[in-house]
């Protein structure tokens, strides 16, 4: 027992493991009620038996394994990982456990087995129960054989696969233990009562007295349906279903169809092994089939016979045999060999099923032409044969051939077609028989049945019947529409007859099979059942493909109006009911008409129409016209009525009035009334020759447009087409294309007989009248939107020149779809419409197709030429290919057949030539061109082999084939491609170049396709060696392939499909297709890219709709019988099922109803810069194209996948025009809410409103037009600026739209253009919309050049790009132009630049033609408006301005003014401001008053008739600041020495100048700084400015300001503009700060205000945004500088203390703001020591006073930084360093000192020691490196600066030299390298600086901290446009306090000392420090206070300059306005004083 305590004290997994039997047995019991417990399926616990499970069955002690499996099976049962002991414990089970004698051991085992099966690994189970029926033990396969059948039973043949077991059942049954074959029996049986007769051809070998047993014991078997009984974990559901089923007794009906659908049919043919039998073929049979004695010929077709026996065939390469065979049965005479030979055909038919499919297409016309034979044992062997290859093709694909035999005049094979054609309807389904199919059909079926023959009557009529009953009354009955009762009584009885192949295989008939398609895996059905799944995939590629036969049974017959074709094919299909019937009514003679119309008519009415006065004959018609209007429709006589129109005068009436009102009723008849065509017939003729009236046109289309609706577009435009141009007159013809033209649009193109119009438009094109020319052309644009590129093929003979006019119409339809039709579809019941449409539509491709003229060039494939394309010779080889190439060009589109080529093209694709290879590759491109899409019958013989030409090892052979089979892939679709198993045979060859670029190509087209195949299952195990492929290429394409396998098989499919992989492959393979779950792309709800190649993209999106939905309800079948409905175009899909495609609808919505709350917009961070980054660096296409590419639409779609709604964007691609919409609608509604979403989007939602525009349904177009004028809007309030790329990406394309030719569609437009100028600079507006009017639409030209002088008007002349002289030019080419419109546009828009800009545009515009000036002329005289630019003295004005003087320069110069004007144009070359002249420079100023303008003409006009309200601008200001100006007496002093020296007026002229740099219009400030740039620049000029500094300062601060708060916030103003303002004022202040007497003027307030204006600029983050904002910051630094070093340090050095005082006391001041400013402060203590001595220390101690006094030490602590407390500490420390005690002397200026700590902490200061406290401040201000020290001499700094720009001069070093002097920068921040630059050459300069950008950009990124967004100035109100707060800003006080009485003390003082008397005797101190009072007010004046002070002076300044004896046209006329007025000169205080009195003398 010792032993035993041992192994009791163990954990229950160790007990397991024990040597001891007994301690395992305890062990499985513990175990046993461990597993039992555990209710977690997912608990740790599980996971620690997983490898001792196999351990618990195999057991070696019987009693032990006896529990074990207890254990083992409550394990499977129970534990979540129990799955990945499958194997190895089934193995065990199988091994171990089968061969126990113990029952319960067997059955323990059984039920594990089962369990497994149960918990969905039954085909690992499966897998080891079939490796036991190898076992030699009898007892283990007896088991196993059982475990199968018991699995079979309970689970059903949907979980085990029968395949496996039924191939090893003959050999079970040959077994000699009797258990084993008693028990195979049991399982045959059971396998039988699932698959039924499925199961006998696969035992058909086994002892004849076993099948006999067999076969009674099937007889047993129970008739009823098998139903599964046991149910895996994840069939729940059903288990719930069943077992409810069970407990309600039993079957009711519903659980019948319930079970019937869960039991997939078996089909045998998949049961059956495959036999290879081309090898098997004597090898003489070739001779022999071709020997001259029959009995040889027979012997070979035996040996055939023999070997097609076999009911299933390997697939091969079949293509020789069936060559032979056909030709036995087309030639030979000996009938007996016809009928052998046609049953090996129909034994290799039924052998290889789908694969067959390809040879179908080449023998089914020979053995209906063979039909001519009698004798019934031939006649039934081809019928055989025939109804075998029926089944391996589909019905489209045969079409061509059956119809052309149709019309054979045996009667034999009349007979037989038909009755083939009958057996071949009853495998179709509604859906395989699409009315594309029906209708040639039917046409020619209609004739059978009008034969003499009764044979072939009989047989007609059985086809048709067939017919009805397939597709349905609804759809048959249009086509029998003229067929007397009694044949449609006996087509109806016929149908009555029938019974379908479907109806009978599921008992629920055809609907039932397509409402619910069964979710099996395959369809199957004994016998040829499962072939019908052939048909229904390959049909279902039906419609959109050519039908071949639409035109040889159909629209050729068009002409008759009676004919079948015509009439039930074009006519009947638009219609319905009374209407078709009513297409015919008998000619009724005049005498009937006219008692018909009494009956009608009012007699009075009757009487008059002929009468010779028109008054009688019109009143006649009112009359006439009311009858109509009031008559019912069906007591409406139509004809009558129209004949008594035509009766004389008729057509011929002369009066206008009378024919407007006659055709009028025409239109009102055909609409109210039953209008047949013979009435149509009575008009036509009339209407056709009114229609080019100009007065009656408009009335006779109107008629001919009701016609159409009531007799088809179809047959009443070949009419009217006809009619016209049997005409001679070019101006009817023209109006009838155009009518056309928009008929189409209006009623679609169903039914057009395209044929008929392009023989007339190629009449119309040769016309000589070029109207009619241009009206063709437009109608073939219209075709072009339904036919596509195929249109063209009919014109490629037209001369070039009428060609490349045909292509230019063509590019401008290029991606547009037709319009939805409006017309035409009154008559539609609701359920019809749209399939008659859908059908319609996709005719039109088909039709044109079929259209084109193909040569037959079959008799051309020579057998000399396939005999040297096969020669051994390669150049003999080379010529027989370029023949081939020769007859494919020569012939350009060819019918099908070409003989023998493709089997000799296919063996030179792998010619050892690599030359001849590609040859042949480019001639099969040539051919799929050349043949359009019936090359798709040779996708298996050519398409497959020319894919294994993807592995060769050359790259370029690689890339031909790759382009070849995209070139077929086009013509074909894919379907052909994907079917069969080609080309998973392909991806299985080893070959690493194939694997890669079939893979790549799959990848590329799976995403496209709608549907696939079933048969891509078979390719998915290659993708997966694929994906663990050596080659890592292979491996990658794999891996990207995956998804798109993914988006059509379903996760689902494709993880079973693991199964069979090694366990560590499937673990890696597995993982795979999780990530690429993630990754799964949508299905494509677009038609596949190849449908969309015939129609051009052109079907209208109203058609797709149901083909979506459809997808959606079918998808669930996908994968082995595609639902026929997911037809390759979404024309084509619901057509045949309109009832069941709509009731899926609701299913798919309900199903997809995602969550639909939450952001529409997710707003990704970075996620719009990464998009552009990306578009910037190609990472992605530019969004640039003339028509959306589908990889645009494409990319968008990636791009928005992460940005906006899953739900959204569905509804955004969309097929449907409706749901776009929805998504519109959706977007309108969010708009508010989700701003920040839209603003991040915003890139991607305009992209997808580009695409938009290029749709062509208009619902949406205007809904995008509302959606984008709410949008600008909300981007305008939310002051959003668009970015560059926005606004390329989506302008163009808006602009696009302005040529619509709705005028409402335009307006729109228009309005979001003009709305988009506020938040696009208008002047880069003016570059896309200048583009725009180089488009061929004439209207666009028109409506660009309109809103160009729209631009003009607002904006003025600034908004010309590049130039205005380059943009009038080109706007003046306009004036030439042939349409009238743009014509006049054109001359207005000049007419707009000449009234904002004068005389000068004849200049700008340069040379016109003679006729345009006179044209351009002739409008501005007739324009009202007069330039108000220009002065009224015009006259005198011309000659002045030719003499390019520029009068500034005359002002400020006395030199050669020529020479001034031309420097100044060279200077300000780069901000491009042309030579303009004073008068015009302010040309725009008069449109933005501002509040300080004045009109010094009207003030100055007369002596006393100024209209009194003009003063009253400032009128309540001026006179109070005046006043104390007159009273005390003037002390004459000049405020500068220099001013005793010059010429009295040049003050006033500077003072002019200096207005101007304040003025509102930008190029007036930016002359105004040039001028004065120009003076300072020059040492001997630049004393002029004296006194006039602080005046300058004062103008460039309020320009500053007006920039900050009025310009940059103007959307309108081009950004370049600001940015050459701010470089104009930048270069003009860094002039005057180099000049250090100068710039010592400045006083504290104006330096205050200064650098106030500057540091906001810095931190403005808007000039950040700027393209060249980084430059204007790094000049702005530099300007500081200057500033800081230059100015009085007293008076720098105070402005920066009550700055950063005002900074502090400013809530909303930005802290970077006072950083900066300290930073100031700091840069001035460095520079202490050079100016200690010039400083007045007093006046510096006063302002640190005040500051300590408002922030006391223990406030000052408070802030956020301490920064402020240190810079005041370093300053005072760094004063006492420097001065020692002696600065205790200096605090004069301070009253009481005890109000701050100042003294105390100067007292402190002094008593440390001078050396600690001088380390200490430098460690405060320089972070311990005192630059002070540090820096080199100048000497040295100069020749260190030399050395680096010697660097960057030369052209080795210049990049090192850059480097060097960026680190040197960076160093010595404050180093100057001006001098360094001034010398050199402009390019130089900016070369430097951008080097030194591009390196900042490098190292750091953006140099400077983006400052925070918005920083408002709060000091004198900078902030406020002067215009809206006048007082505010004109009273200038920090923070907007009640204005005491101080501030005037302080304003008086200035206007004091600014007019020469002296404030107080302050006689030692500079005379601006006047300008702060004693220390009760701190405040600084500011410049606005300054501002107020001067407005006199201005005026008379003013008056000076216009005294100056100037010519008029350099006097600025009423418009200057300027927003402040600047202070004279002393000298002229008189003169002031006098014009004052005058102007107030003038105002009493």
């Known amino acids: 027992m010792g032993d035993d305590s041992e192994w009791m004290k163990l954990p229950i997994d160790q007990k397991c493991e024990h040597k001891l039997w007994k301690a395992r047995l305890n062990g499985y019991e513990e175990a046993l009620k461990l597993f039992q417990k555990i209710d977690d399926e997912k608990s740790p616990e599980w996971s620690k038996y997983l490898g001792l499970i196999k351990k618990f069955v195999t057991d070696s002690n019987a009693v032990a394994q006896l529990k074990g499996l207890e254990a083992a099976l409550a394990y499977v049962e129970n534990a979540h990982v129990a799955g990945k002991t499958t194997g190895e414990v089934a193995s065990g089970v199988v091994n171990k456990v089968f061969n126990q004698p113990k029952a319960r051991a067997k059955e ?881 060859k080893e070959n690493p170049f194939l694997r890669q670029e079939l893979l790549g190509w799959l990848a590329e087209k799976l995403p496209t396709l709608r549907s696939v195949p079933s048969d891509l299952l078979l390719c998915v195990p290659h993708l997966y060696s694929c994906l663990e492929d050596r080659n890592g290429d292979v491996r990658k394409k794999a891996q990207d392939a995956l998804p798109f396998f993914m988006i059509h098989l379903g996760f689902e499919k494709m993880a079973k499909a693991t199964s069979k992989l090694k366990p560590t492959s499937k673990d890696q393979v597995l993982a795979m297709l999780e990530k690429a779950k993630a990754n799964v792309p949508a299905k494509p709800v677009l038609p596949a890219k190849a449908s969309s190649r015939v129609v051009g993209g052109a079907a209208p999106a109203k058609f797709q709709p149901a083909s979506a939905l459809a997808e959606d309800s079918g998808s669930n079948t996908m994968e082995s019988k595609p639902d026929p409905k997911k037809a390759k175009t979404g024309a084509a899909s619901s057509k045949a099922k309109g009832a069941q495609g709509k009731k899926s609808i609701s299913k798919p919505n309900l199903k997809e109803d995602d969550d639909k709350s939450g952001p529409v917009f997710v707003i990704v961070p970075n996620g719009k810069e990464q998009r552009m980054k990306d578009e910037k660096g190609l990472k992605v296409l530019k969004w640039n194209f003339t028509t959306p590419r589908d990889e645009y639409i494409e990319q968008l779609k990636t791009q928005m996948s992460s940005c906006v ?110 709305k988009m100028c506020l938040i696009y600079p208008a002047s880069k507006m003016f570059t896309f919309i200048m583009e725009g009017t180089k488009s061929k639409n004439s209207k666009q030209r028109a409506e660009c050049l309109e809103e160009l002088g729209c631009l003009v008007e607002s904006y003025g002349m600034n908004v010309c790009q590049p130039t205005p002289g380059r943009a009038l030019k080109e706007m003046a080419t306009h004036i030439g132009d042939r349409d009238n419109t743009v014509r006049n546009a054109a001359l207005n828009t000049i007419v707009t630049v000449y009234n904002v800009h004068g005389d000068q545009v004849f200049k700008l515009i340069g040379n016109l033609s003679e006729k345009d000036m006179s044209m351009l002329e002739e409008r501005i005289k007739r324009s009202a408006k007069r330039p108000s630019a220009a002065p009224l003295r015009q006259a005198e004005e011309k000659p002045q301005r030719t003499q390019n003087v520029g009068a500034n320069a005359t002002m400020l110069r006395k030199g050669p003014a020529e020479d001034m004007s031309s420097k100044l144009k060279i200077m300000y070359r780069t901000y491009r401001i042309q030579n303009r002249n004073v008068g015009s420079h302010s040309e725009a100023v008069h449109t933005v008053p501002r509040e300080f303008q004045l009109d010094l003409d009207e003030i100055e006009n007369d002596s006393g008739t100024v209209r009194c309200e003009m003063p009253a601008l400032v009128q309540h200001k001026l006179d109070d600041i005046f006043e104390p100006v007159l009273i005390p007496e003037p002390k004459i002093r000049a405020v500068s020495p220099h001013f005793d020296d010059m010429h009295s007026s040049t003050a006033s002229i500077i003072n002019f100048v200096i207005s101007q740099v304040a003025s509102g219009d930008i190029n007036t400030s930016i002359q105004a700084l040039a001028q004065i740039d120009e003076v300072l620049r020059q040492e001997d000029k630049a004393e002029a400015m004296s006194g006039h500094i602080d005046q300058f300062l004062i103008a460039i601060i309020m320009q500053l300001r007006l920039i900050y708060s009025t310009h940059m916030a103007d959307e309108k103003l081009d950004k370049d503009e600001i940015v050459k303002l701010y470089s104009c004022i930048i270069g003009s202040m860094i002039s005057l700060f180099q000049i250090e007497s100068l710039a010592r003027e400045a006083s504290i307030g104006v330096l205050k205000d200064l650098m106030h204006g500057l540091v906001t600029l810095m931190l403005d983050s808007r000039v950040e945004d700027l393209e060249e904002g980084e430059q204007v910051i790094r000049s702005i630094n530099l300007l500081v500088l200057k500033v800081l070093e230059k100015s009085d340090t007293t008076n720098i050095l105070s402005a920066l203390l009550v700055l950063l005082q005002d900074s502090l006391l400013t809530t909303a001041s930005s802290p970077k703001f006072s950083e900066l400013i300290m930073k100031c402060l700091w840069r001035m203590v460095r520079l202490l020591p050079e100016t200690i001595n010039s400083i007045n220390l007093d006046r510096i101690l006063l302002e640190i006073h005040v500051f300590l006094k408002v922030f ?154 983006a400052a925070s967004t918005g920083v408002s100035p709060q000091m004198e109100g900078s902030c406020v446009p002067a215009s809206t707060h006048p007082v505010s800003s004109s009273v200038g006080n920090i923070n907007w306090e009640e204005v005491g009485p101080s501030v005037y003390l302080e304003r008086l003082k200035i206007l004091r000392q600014r007019c020469g008397l002296y404030n107080a005797k302050q006689e030692d101190r500079p005379p601006l420090t006047s300008l702060l009072s004693k220390p009760a007010v701190p405040t600084v004046a500011s410049s606005t206070d300054m501002l107020h002070s001067k407005l006199s002076q201005l005026r008379e300044s003013r008056e000076q300059y216009q005294h100056l004896d100037l010519d008029s046209n350099q006097t600025h006329s009423s418009g200057i306005g300027t927003t402040l007025a600047l202070p004279s000169s002393a000298s002229n205080i008189d003169d002031l004083k006098k014009r004052l009195e005058r102007i107030k003398s003038s105002r009493k």
């Open 1205 to 1314: 709604a899953k739900w959204l964007q569905d509804e955004m691609f969309h097929a449907d025009f409706q749901h776009h919409n929805k998504a519109l609608a959706v977007m309108i509604e969010h708009l508010e809410s989700e701003k920040d979403g839209v603003i991040s989007c915003l890139d991607v939602i305009l992209k997808w409103l580009t695409l938009r525009f290029f749709d062509t349904n208009t619902s949406v177009l205007m809904k995008a037009l509302e959606y984008l004028k709410m949008l600008f809007q909300m981007l305008s309030q939310e002051e959003y600026h668009l970015t560059e790329n926005e606004a390329s990406s989506f302008i163009p394309y808006l602009i696009l739209k302005v040529g619509e030719p709705k005028d409402v569609i335009r307006r729109d437009v228009r309005s979001i253009l003009n």
């Open 108 to 988: 323990l085992g059984l039920d594990i087995c089962l369990m497994y099966i149960e918990i969905e690994k039954g085909e690992a189970v499966q897998e080891e129960l079939l490796k036991g029926l190898d076992n030699k033990n009898p007892k283990i396969i007896v088991a196993c054989i059982e475990t199968l059948r018991r699995a079979l039973s309970e689970f059903g043949s949907k979980i085990i696969s029968l395949k496996p077991i039924i191939k090893v059942l003959p050999k079970l049954f040959e077994s000699r233990e009797k258990a084993v074959r008693d028990e195979a029996k049991l399982l045959a049986v059971e396998i039988y009562r699932w698959i039924r007769f499925a199961l006998r051809p696969s035992l058909q070998n086994i002892n004849s007295v076993q099948l006999k047993e067999l076969e009674e014991e099937w007889v047993k078997v129970s008739s009823a349906v098998p139903k599964q009984t046991r149910f895996l974990r994840s069939q729940q559901e059903l288990k719930a279903k069943f077992e409810q089923q069970q407990a309600t007794g039993g079957d009711a009906d519903g659980g019948d169809d319930e079970e019937e659908e869960a039991v997939p049919q078996v089909d045998a043919y998949e049961l059956l092994e495959a036999v290879e039998i081309l090898s098997k073929l004597p090898k003489d049979f070739y001779e022999k089939i071709e020997a001259k004695k029959w009995q040889e010929r027979k012997e070979a077709l035996e040996a055939v016979e023999l070997l097609v026996k076999n009911p299933k065939l390997e697939s091969g390469d079949y293509a020789d045999l069936v060559k032979v065979l056909k030709k036995v049965v087309g030639k030979d005479t000996n009938v007996m060999l016809v009928a052998l030979a046609a049953k090996c055909l129909a034994g290799l038919a039924t052998g290889l099923r789908k694969k067959f499919g390809q040879y179908a297409g080449h023998v089914v016309p020979t053995i209906l032409e063979k039909f001519r034979e009698k004798k019934p044992q031939v006649v039934q062997a081809l019928q055989e044969a025939i109804d075998a290859i029926f089944l391996t093709t589909t019905l489209q694909n045969i079409s061509e051939d059956v119809l052309a035999v149709m019309d054979n005049k045996n009667p034999t094979i009349k007979q037989q077609t038909s009755l083939f054609i009958a057996r071949s309807f009853r495998h179709c389904t509604p859906s395989t028989l699409p009315k594309s199919l029906l209708k040639p059909f039917c046409a020619a079926l209609l004739k059978h049945i009008n034969d003499s023959a009764p044979e072939v009557r009989d047989a007609g009529f059985e086809a048709l019947g067939t017919a009805l009953k397939v597709a349905g009354d609804k759809a048959v009955n249009p086509f029998l529409a003229d067929v007397d009762k009694l044949k449609l009584d006996r087509i109806k009885e016929c149908a009555e007859k029938v019974e379908l192949v479907y109806g009978k295989k599921t008992g629920g008939a055809a609907e039932k099979k397509e409402g619910k398609p069964a979710p099996g895996k395959t369809p199957a059905l004994a016998g040829t059942g499962g072939d019908k799944e052939t048909k229904d995939t390959a049909a279902k590629r039906g419609p959109l493909k050519k039908a071949p036969a639409v035109k040889s049974g159909g629209p050729p017959k068009k002409g008759k109006p009676a004919a079948a074709a015509g009439v039930g094919g074009a006519g009947a299909k638009g219609k319905k009911g009374p209407e078709t019937k009513e297409i015919f009514e008998s000619e009724l003679s005049i005498e009937v008409c006219e008692e018909k119309a009494a009956a009608v008519l009012p007699a009075s009415c009757i009487q008059q129409l002929d009468s010779g006065n028109w008054k009688e004959r019109l009143a006649c018609m009112e009359e006439f016209q009311k009858a109509v209007e009031l008559m019912e429709r069906s007591e409406m006589p139509c004809q009558a009525l129209v004949r008594m129109l035509a009766k004389k005068p008729g057509w011929k009436e002369t009066n206008f009035q009378v024919m407007q009102m006659k055709l009028h009723i025409v239109a009102l008849i055909a609409q109210k009334g039953n209008f047949s065509k013979t009435s149509a017939q009575v008009v036509l003729d009339g209407l056709v020759d009114k229609v080019g009236d100009v007065k009656c046109g408009s009335n006779a289309k109107e008629a001919m447009t009701a016609i159409a609706e009531a007799c088809q577009l179809a047959w009443t435009a070949e009419q009217v087409v006809a009619i016209a141009f049997s005409q001679k007159n070019p101006k009817n013809q023209s109006e009838t294309l155009n009518w056309l033209s928009n008929a189409i649009k209006e009623f679609g193109f169903s039914g057009l007989n395209v044929k008929a119009f392009i023989s007339n438009v190629k009449t119309a094109l040769a016309a000589t009248n070029p109207a009619v020319r241009t009206s063709a052309i437009t109608l073939l644009g219209v075709m072009y939107l339904y036919v596509g590129p195929p249109l063209r093929m009919f014109f490629e003979d037209e001369k070039p020149a009428l060609l490349s006019q045909i292509d230019a119409e063509f590019e401008k339809m290029q991606g547009q779809t037709a319009p939805v039709p409006t017309r035409g579809i009154s008559g539609h019941s609701a359920g019809g419409g749209d399939d008659g449409e859908e059908e319609e539509q996709e005719d039109v491709g088909n039709d044109v197709v079929d259209l084109l003229p193909r040569t037959d060039i079959g008799d051309k494939i020579t057998a000399e030429l396939v005999a040297k394309i096969g020669d051994k010779n390669w150049k003999i080889r080379k010529e027989g290919l370029d023949e081939v190439t020769g007859i494919i060009n020569e012939a350009k589109f060819i019918q099908p057949n070409i003989g023998e080529l493709p089997a000799a093209l296919k063996s030179r694709l792998n010619d050892s030539n690599k030359i001849l290879v590609q040859q042949t590759l480019s001639i099969l491109q040539q051919l799929a061109t050349a043949m359009g899409p019936n090359i798709k019958q040779y996708v298996k013989s050519l398409g497959i082999p020319v894919i294994t030409v993807l592995g060769d090892s050359k790259n370029n052979v690689r890339a031909a084939a790759l382009a070849t089979v995209n070139a077929w892939a086009e013509q074909t679709g894919m379907r052909e491609w994907l079917e069969g198993e080609d080309l998973s045979e392909e991806l299985k």
């Open 1752 to 1905: 006391p030490k223990e406030k000052l602590k408070q802030c956020k930084s301490e920064l402020p407390i240190r810079t005041l500490k370093t300053l005072l420390h760094a004063l006492c360093k420097l001065k020692g005690p002696e600065i205790l002397d200096h605090f004069t200026m301070i009253d009481n000192k005890n109000e701050s700590e100042l003294e105390a902490y100067v007292h402190r200061v002094i008593k440390h020691s001078m050396d600690q406290t001088g380390s200490q401040a430098d460690k405060d201000t320089e972070k311990g490196a005192s630059r002070i020290e540090e820096k080199a001499s100048k000497a040295k700094v100069n020749d260190i600066l030399a050395e680096i720009f010697k660097k960057i001069g030369s052209k080795e070093n210049t990049k090192e030299g850059l480097a060097e002097l960026y680190e040197y920068k960076k160093k010595y921040s404050d180093a100057d390298i001006e001098p360094f630059l001034k010398n050199s050459s402009q390019f130089f300069q900016s070369y430097v600086e951008r080097g030194l950008r591009l390196i900042e950009a490098e190292r750091e990124g953006k140099g400077r901290v």
